[in-house]
Each structure stands twice: as C-alpha cells, then as structure tokens.
C-alpha cells in the first residue's frame, strides 16, 4: 500500500509549501487559519494536504474531483475551456482536478455522498481503529474515568536509534493510549484524534518507522494548537464533532497571528491517521497514457 504521506516526504513538496503560503501572504491570522481548516474539511475527497493546495490556488472552492471520477460518478466532464488545478498524486508528480463550475452534464443529486463523510462512528468501528493502530505498535487500554477524563498517550518502548537499526536487538516503537470506557465511541474517537495528534506531529519524539519527524522545542500552547487542529481536522472529515471546535473557535476570536504555526505538518499529519485508520475514500485517477 502507497501511504497517504508518502506523496509528501520529500524537501521538494515542503519547500512547495513554503512558498505558496509564504509567497501568498495566505493564513496569517486565526480567521484565516479557521476558513483554510473549514475547507480542508469539505473537500474529504482530498487527502489533507492537496485540499490545502486546492484552497491556495482557488479559495472558496465547493467542489473538486478529477476528470475520471466526474465522469463515472456523476455523468459530468470538465468544459472546453476548463482550467485545470493541480495535486500531488502517486503515479507522477501531479495530477488534474476540476473545479464543480468548471464541469458540465447532469445535475448533481441533493445529496452527494461521494464528497461526504463516512457516517458515525460505532463502537465496531472503534475496535476496527484500534486494531489497526496495533498494527503499528501504538496499543490501548480502557479506564473506568469520570467524563472529564478522555485519554492520554506515551512512549512504552522508544523508536531505536538510527545508528541501530541494523541490530536486529533493537525493539521497534511502542506506544499506550488510553481511552474513558465510560465516553461515547464518536467521543472516544475525538480522543483518538487528540492523542493521535500528539504521536504523529513529534510531541512525543520523532519515529523513523512511523514517518514521524524530529522537531523543534515547542510551547504547552504551541502544542495544544496543533493537536486541537488535528482532531478537528480528523473528526470532521470523518462526521464527528468534537470540542476542538470550541478550543478554535476561542482562538479565533481573538484574532491571532500564527506565523509559528506549521500548517504543513498538520494536514500531513492527519493524512497519516486517515491511512492508517483506512479511513481514505480520495478521488480516483486514469493512470497516465505513455507516449511511445
């Protein structure tokens, strides 16, 4: 399986963003920061990332899926004199997209559920979640907590270091979260989230194995923006509210500037959990036609 991440590992599409966001002066206040977090939100068909080139190069955007899938899903092609937007993609630097107005053919139906996200989330669901994350080291344990209480996580067995990954001594990462068996799944989920934030932004180290990069000493506040950040991404993405919109919407209001926010490593992040959790549902692409 080709990860989520995998497409943006690479200094080439850091120094991509950098620019753009740099260049274009884009998501310096918190309002700003809410309306580009909103967007990326809409737009599930997207991994996080191409959401957020999607929103830099046409803001206000409604809908966006590629040629392949407006024709087989919705009986639409893009018009004659379309410009297309471009993603990263796994089959070759980039791919084209369109936007809903750049496309015409039948009607979109009321409802359309391909852009949707994929229903709530059940304690069966929950198991699936967990399974899956112990797949990858990251194991769980239920506490009988009061409801103020959701969950933490921790390192139980550090990620080796470089210098021994050929020992074949050396134990590959472990981590614990814990979860409030009293909470709701949709709230066990939002707690998922949260922590899940924590492991994949650095909070708790970095981690080779699991994509997770070395960073810089942050603030308590720095970090809770970002882990907020996350779990609202990943739970409304997936149909879930949770109280980080409330946590943002306070830090909105206050009209902030983040230039020390690293927005890149955020939507990266929750492109992680959406692999890992297979919580993917992007848009399909005709792979490309080789001149001979």
Known sequence: ?????DLFESEA?????????????????????????????????????????LQIQKPGLSYAASAFDWRERFNRRPKRDARPLLILWPFGPVALVYDVQDTEGDPLPADVSFFQASGEITAERMQRFLLLMERKGIKHQYFDGGDRSAGSIEVTQKPPEKKDKKKKT???????????QNHAPNVQFS?????LGHLFLGHLGPDERLGIPKRAQMTHAQIELEAESFAYLACR???????????????????EQIDDLDIYQIVRAVGQMETLLELTAHTRYELPQIKR
């Open 191 to 195: 707690t998922l989230a949260h922590e």
């Open 13 to 53: 599409a850091r120094s991509l963003l950098d620019q753009l966001l740099d260049d274009s002066r884009l998501y310096r206040s918190s309002a700003d920061y809410q309306k580009l977090l909103d967007f990326v939100v809409r737009l599930r068909n997207f991994a996080p990332f191409n959401a957020m080139l």
């Open 1 to 5: 399986m080709l990860y989520q991440q």
């Open 237 to 255: 993405r997936n149909g879930v509210d949770c109280k980080s919109q409330t946590y943002l919407a306070n830090y909105v209001s206050k009209n």
């Open 170 to 180: 050396a134990k590959p990462s472990e981590y614990l979260m814990r979860l409030n």
